[in-house]
């Protein structure tokens, strides 16, 4: 669309090519046997990894996951929060609770509240945010998301970001105003099926999405987040094989997992997950960790509390506490509260993910980043 930039790069073909060629069904246990032996996995073992194949030892690769995790990151957990900070959406996304067609409760913080909520964040010792709006340009623009990550570096020493793709230049800006890195959830690969889900809006716009991790880089982002919620093998697999292709073009650049589920949202508690069961689930999460063994991992809170501790055990390396979906969740005198984007499953306050993860002899830790 007009003023959507084009960076000419090849990327999103060979993920799509990639995903296409992938046949999860020819995989046998010896090929599973032969990824988890290897130092260095290839993308065919990646593609291994997720395969039906790898279930059964599903066990063997944890084990071998916990020991990459170890290797690169000891027993750390680093500990975040996201606030959401505007919840009107322009798109028509069908899983989601933001979007436009959704009869709830839109709200949008001014810079005043802003503070206050980053104000008693900081208050719980976090020293990590991530800024989340709903995708309207007209409402969250990217001077209004600029101005927050400004109030957020007086509190918070990392700051990232959750917002609609924007260009490089725009990403440029939001990197001087003080955002590290950029997370941008592709929900799925196949354009077909991601046309089915994104029924109106900029979304809908597939190469744009796609390429908006490149362009955050381009801009001088550090680092860059990935994520899928549709088809758990497919869209595992080009997720990674995306990042993967990324890190090679960018080395530099910070690579991080999310493994989201579907969550019900207001005004259609159906949404669940289907196929991806929590056996699928840590099949996803060890094996972008043997793909990719210095990627962060996030295990979110729609997980619940018993998943999210084993997780962070094996695989996981990041996790979120204190959270809300809504708007201006986080201190009672803001009047215009907006309403979640899902319901969490977690509702876990700071201190209590804080001591779980000492009882289970791990190490938090507030922030992996000090400005010099």
Same mark, same amino acid.
């Given at each position: 669309?007009?003023?959507?930039?084009?960076?000419?790069?090849?990327?999103?073909?060979?993920?799509?090519?990639?995903?296409? #060629?992938?046949?999860?069904?020819?995989?046998?246990?010896?090929?599973?046997?032969?990824?988890?032996?290897?130092?260095?996995?290839?993308?065919?073992?990646?593609?291994?990894?997720?395969?039906?194949?790898? =279930?059964?030892?599903?066990?063997?690769?944890?084990?071998?996951?916990?020991?990459?995790?170890?290797?690169?990151?000891?027993?750390?957990?680093?500990?975040?929060?996201?606030?959401?900070?505007?919840?009107?959406?322009?798109?028509?996304?069908?899983?989601?609770?933001?979007?436009?067609?959704?009869?709830?409760?839109? @709200?949008? =913080?001014?810079? /005043?509240?802003?503070? %206050?909520?980053?104000?008693?964040?900081?208050?719980?010792?976090?020293?990590?945010?991530?800024?989340?709006?709903?995708?309207?340009?007209?409402?969250?623009?990217?001077?209004?998301?600029?101005? @927050?990550?400004?109030?957020?570096?007086?509190?918070?020493?990392?700051?990232?970001? /959750?917002?609609?793709?924007?260009?490089?230049?725009?990403? #440029?800006?939001?990197?001087?105003?003080?955002?590290?890195?950029?997370?941008?959830?592709?929900?799925?690969?196949?354009?077909?099926?991601?046309?089915?889900?994104?029924?109106?809006?900029? %979304?809908?716009?597939?190469?744009?999405?796609?390429? #908006?991790?490149?362009?955050?880089?381009? !801009? !001088?982002?550090?680092? $860059?987040?990935?994520?899928?919620?549709?088809?758990?093998?497919?869209?595992?697999?080009?997720?990674?094989?995306?990042?993967?292709?990324?890190?090679?073009?960018?080395?530099?650049?910070?690579?991080?997992?999310?493994?989201?589920?579907?969550?019900?949202?207001?005004?259609?508690?159906?949404?669940?997950?289907?196929?991806?069961?929590?056996?699928?689930? =840590?099949?996803?999460?060890?094996?972008?960790?043997?793909?990719?063994?210095?990627?962060?991992?996030?295990?979110?809170?729609?997980?619940? #509390?018993?998943?999210?501790?084993?997780?962070?055990?094996?695989?996981?390396? %990041?996790?979120?506490?204190?959270?809300?979906?809504?708007?201006?969740?986080?201190?009672?005198?803001?009047?215009? %509260?907006?309403?979640?984007?899902?319901?969490?499953?977690?509702?876990?306050?700071?201190?209590?993910?804080?001591?779980?993860? =000492?009882?289970?002899?791990?190490?938090? $830790?507030?922030?992996?980043?000090?400005?010099?």
């Amino acid at each position: 669309l007009p003023g959507m930039e084009d960076i000419g790069s090849d990327v999103m073909d060979q993920v799509i090519s990639a995903m296409n #060629a992938y046949d999860y069904e020819k995989y046998t246990e010896a090929d599973v046997r032969r990824a988890i032996a290897h130092d260095i996995r290839t993308p065919e073992d990646f593609a291994a990894l997720l395969s039906p194949a790898a =279930l059964p030892l599903l066990e063997e690769i944890a084990q071998a996951a916990q020991a990459e995790t170890r290797k690169h990151f000891g027993n750390s957990v680093y500990m975040f929060t996201p606030i959401y900070i505007a919840n009107y959406c322009e798109n028509y996304c069908i899983y989601c609770g933001f979007n436009c067609h959704n009869k709830i409760n839109r @709200a949008q =913080l001014n810079e /005043e509240e802003i503070e %206050k909520e980053m104000a008693a964040i900081a208050k719980t010792g976090l020293q990590e945010i991530l800024i989340l709006t709903g995708e309207s340009r007209s409402k969250s623009t990217v001077e209004y998301i600029g101005n @927050a990550c400004k109030i957020a570096r007086k509190y918070f020493k990392v700051i990232g970001l /959750e917002i609609y793709p924007v260009n490089s230049d725009e990403y #440029a800006f939001l990197h001087e105003c003080g955002a590290d890195y950029v997370t941008v959830f592709q929900e799925t690969y196949n354009s077909d099926k991601y046309e089915t889900l994104h029924l109106a809006g900029h %979304k809908r716009i597939f190469p744009y999405r796609v390429n #908006a991790q490149e362009r955050a880089l381009m !801009g !001088g982002m550090r680092g $860059v987040g990935f994520g899928a919620l549709d088809d758990f093998r497919k869209d595992a697999f080009s997720t990674g094989y995306h990042a993967y292709l990324l890190q090679r073009k960018y080395p530099h650049a910070e690579i991080a997992f999310s493994c989201p589920r579907l969550r019900p949202i207001i005004n259609n508690d159906r949404i669940n997950p289907m196929d991806v069961h929590e056996p699928q689930l =840590l099949q996803v999460v060890c094996a972008y960790r043997l793909f990719m063994p210095f990627a962060s991992i996030t295990v979110s809170t729609r997980e619940c #509390a018993r998943v999210r501790d084993n997780l962070v055990q094996i695989s996981a390396t %990041k996790i979120s506490a204190g959270v809300s979906t809504g708007i201006g969740s986080h201190v009672d005198d803001i009047e215009d %509260k907006g309403d979640d984007q899902f319901e969490i499953s977690d509702g876990r306050s700071v201190d209590e993910v804080y001591q779980a993860l =000492l009882s289970n002899n791990m190490q938090p $830790v507030m922030s992996d980043y000090i400005y010099v």
